[in-house]
């Protein structure tokens, strides 16, 4: 994040009349220099010895001078325990600055750039209560030997407000600026060097709004389980919140904690103390939020496996440990192999407090089959782990084969090696399909993608060659695209939009242009014309709106020579229906209500039943979405008898026949 001073820290036998520290070097830095400009076209060397008792001569060296230069000796003045030098930047590169006092030496190394630029911003807190503080960093590309002024503003100073100008002190590449939250809003924040800037966004609220950070948990009784808890954004004073146990025999927590302004969030434990399941919650003011804490008398192994089940010959795998809960105390897990030559494994591992897992490096020693199995009071759970002498190619899959057009090349092994893996390729056309000769899928992968880029259509092999071993595949790459299926919505109401997907046989080579003609372009309008299909795609979006109240239209498709056509219709207003079926006693359904044409605006329904004593509607009011044809709602059934269902819909809608339910 910080391109902070390089340093090297060397304390080193030397030789002196008097204190052996005063030739000594401890410290050097370095800043980084400009070429040319304002700054000297240069940097800065900063050098420290150990004591400042007498003069003391440096000698300085610099490993490129095609880079940079510096004055070959200078002296410590008695009494001087640092000193700064100048150094001249020649050309943009990076050099080693070397200085030598008696027999201590010391080297940094320094870059010459030709500009400097706002490299880095980034609020501590990006959301803050209404009168809290916190800070946002802002820093350079490089590290200079000068001051550097920024310019900063707030686009809402009522909002958020910050120091208008900055500054970025001299052998330092960053800065921490004040913020200042004032009222609920949002505001941009910018920064600027005069030739660069960079801008972040700060949102300040009113009220926060309370957050916890931890999952249901489970752990063994005496552990504890460990509860974050926080706000939306930075508390501006102190906060109290309380938390309760629904059953403080499994697990207690504290009353009430208290987060310091300024904090955002704290943690706690929730103390286990028995089996069960108890319900932690938080509240603060009248918002509440929970968790599920299970306690458990003793843990046991749920799950035991490796990330990858076949693995090539002495490739290092990892053998992952679960338990069902956290532990109150270290345990100890037995390990068993089937086949200990394949695959061996040490008699137990520990488990520690607190913990619900445990990893294991481990490597097979021959090609085989060992299945593992971890115990843990108990009970045992097992894995298998299938090791091949080599690697092999498992598959090959090839996408976007079209003549002229760019494809790639998928290879599958069928196990992971920890080392690479070069896959010869072999093509039996490559006037067809032509190949990259090698392939090399790095260590621990399983797979790798190349691209491709097909000459012309036809039949063709491709082969794959690893560990001696060579498999073909067949494919066909294919000719030009053509239209396949178009599918949408062919029911719009006035002033609706709709897109229509459409599906070509293959993916086109080039960015080719979908051209759309409207029998009727007074009842609708393409909102694209033509669509362009980008290369390597095949499937394009065609955007229609409803213009007219009342009207059909066929909407022709054309690619290339390839044509299509569909029909779409329009209508003023919709006609909803309902489709839904009688749910038990107790029980719930689902309740659809359709329209039968693609809403241009959302239309807000009410549904009502006869006698609530036997079902009721929940919600009563739903929306159909702009742009949709369905809402749902939920029936639940009271007791038996027959209801039956209203729908009343806004003026000019046609609503639905109403529907009688009948619970036996």
């Not at 050097?28 to 900063?46: E, F, P, Q, Y």
């Not at 782990?385 to 599958?412: K, P, T």
């Not at 390729?425 to 090399?440: C, D, F, Y």
Request: glycine fraction near 8%.
């Amino acid at each position: 994040m910080h391109q902070r001073l390089g340093v090297l820290l060397l304390v080193l036998a030397s030789c002196s009349d008097f204190n052996p520290l005063t030739r000594t070097l401890t410290e050097i830095s370095a800043t980084d220099g400009l070429a040319g400009g304002a700054n000297g076209g240069g940097g800065k060397l900063r050098i420290t010895r150990g004591s400042s008792d007498g003069l003391a001569e440096v000698k300085l060296t610099s490993s490129n001078p095609n880079v940079a230069t510096i004055e070959g000796s200078l002296y410590f003045d008695d009494g001087a325990l640092a000193i700064e030098v100048p150094w001249t930047a020649v050309a943009p590169g990076t050099t080693i600055f070397t200085a030598t006092l008696g027999k201590s030496a010391a080297a940094v190394s320094a870059r010459v750039v030709t500009s400097v630029h706002l490299a880095f911003a980034e609020a501590f807190d990006d959301a803050l209560q209404v009168g809290a503080g916190s800070f946002f960093e802002i820093s350079l590309s490089a590290t200079l030997a000068s001051d550097v002024k920024l310019s900063c503003a707030s686009s809402d100073d009522a909002v958020v407000a910050i120091p208008s100008a900055v500054i970025l002190p001299a052998w330092e590449s960053f800065a921490d600026v004040a913020v200042a939250a004032l009222a609920p809003g949002t505001a941009r924040i910018t920064c600027s060097d005069g030739t660069s800037a960079l801008s972040l966004t700060i949102t300040v609220v009113e009220s926060l709004t309370l957050t916890l950070f931890t999952r249901d948990a489970r752990a063994e009784k005496g552990a504890g389980v460990v509860i974050e808890i926080g706000f939306d954004a930075l508390n501006a004073a102190d906060e109290a919140v309380t938390l309760t146990s629904s059953d403080p025999s499994v697990a207690l927590v504290t009353d009430t904690l208290v987060i310091g302004a300024g904090e955002g969030s704290l943690t706690t434990t929730a103390s286990v103390l028995g089996a069960g399941s108890t319900t932690i919650t938080i509240a603060f003011g009248a918002q509440t939020r929970a968790i599920v804490i299970g306690g458990v008398d003793a843990a046991h192994v749920s799950h035991v496996g490796f990330e990858q089940p076949t693995v090539a010959m002495a490739t290092p795998v990892t053998l992952e440990v679960s338990l069902d809960a956290a532990l109150a105390t270290a345990r100890t897990v037995t390990l068993a192999s089937s086949d200990p030559t394949v695959l061996a494994v040490p008699a137990s591992l520990t488990v520690l407090p607190g913990e619900d897992d445990h990893e294991l490096p481990l490597v097979p020693a021959k090609a085989g089959s060992a299945t593992i199995t971890a115990t843990l009071g108990g009970v045992s759970r097992v894995t298998t782990l299938n090791v091949v002498a080599a690697q092999s190619v498992a598959s090959l899959d090839a996408l976007g084969l079209v003549a002229q057009g760019r494809g790639s090349l998928a290879i599958m092994l069928d196990a992971v090696a920890g080392t690479d893996a070069t896959v010869a390729l072999g093509t039996t056309n490559p006037n067809i399909l032509p190949v990259p000769s090698t392939v090399v899928i790095g260590a621990g992968a399983l797979s790798a993608t190349v691209p491709l880029m097909p000459v012309a259509a036809g039949a063709v092999i491709v082969t794959a060659t690893l560990n001696g071993v060579t498999t073909p595949w067949s494919f066909f790459v294919g000719g030009a695209a053509t239209l396949n299926q178009v599918f949408g919505d062919d029911d719009l109401q006035w002033g609706a939009t709709t897109a229509l997907t459409v599906f070509l046989s293959s993916a086109v080579a080039v960015d080719t242009p979908l051209t759309v003609t409207l029998s009727d372009p007074t009842v609708l309008e393409a909102l694209t014309n033509p669509v362009i299909v980008r290369a390597g795609s095949g499937v394009a979006s065609v955007l229609l709106r409803a213009k007219n109240k009342d009207g059909v239209s066929d909407v022709l498709l054309k690619l290339g020579a390839s044509t299509t056509a569909t029909t779409v219709s329009v209508k003023e207003l919709p006609a909803l229906s309902m489709n839904g079926s009688a749910p038990g006693v107790s029980g719930f359904r689902v309740l659809s209500v359709l329209s039968d044409c693609t809403l241009a605006a959302p239309v807000t329904v009410t549904l009502m039943s006869s006698d609530p004593a036997v079902v009721q509607v929940d919600p009563a009011t739903i929306t159909l979405p702009a742009g949709g044809t369905r809402a749902t709602t939920t029936l639940r059934g009271i007791a038996s008898g027959t209801a039956v269902i209203t729908l009343t819909a806004p003026i000019g809608i046609t609503a639905p026949v109403p529907i009688a339910i009948n619970i036996p």
